[in-house]
């Protein structure tokens, strides 16, 4: 099993196109007010959530929950 640094680094390397800021520049030129109303997360972040969860196999909230509280998945950069 890889240990976590560098399952996180390759979960970026792979998504990392769908992450760009010049693909979520070009989706608000066409959605505007996409996350207008967004409290909690952003649709970029909502994205990497569910991305994660599907690739590690959760299958509870409360499982991704815990691993998003303890993970430091990298929010803070989307």
Not at 14 to 30: C, D, R, T, V
Not at 33 to 46: G, H, P, V
Not at 54 to 59: P, V
Request: hydrophobic content about 40%; charged content about 20%; glycine content about 2%.
């Amino acid at each position: 099993m890889q240990d976590k640094n560098t399952t996180q680094s390759t979960f970026m390397q792979l998504f990392q196109p769908i992450f760009s800021k010049n693909i979520w520049a070009k989706i608000h030129q066409e959605v505007p007010n996409l996350d207008k109303r967004a409290q909690k997360l952003k649709t970029s972040q909502l994205i990497f959530l569910i991305s994660h969860a599907q690739l590690q196999e959760f299958e509870a909230l409360r499982r991704i929950s815990s691993s998003v509280q303890s993970d430091n998945l990298g929010f803070d950069s989307l």
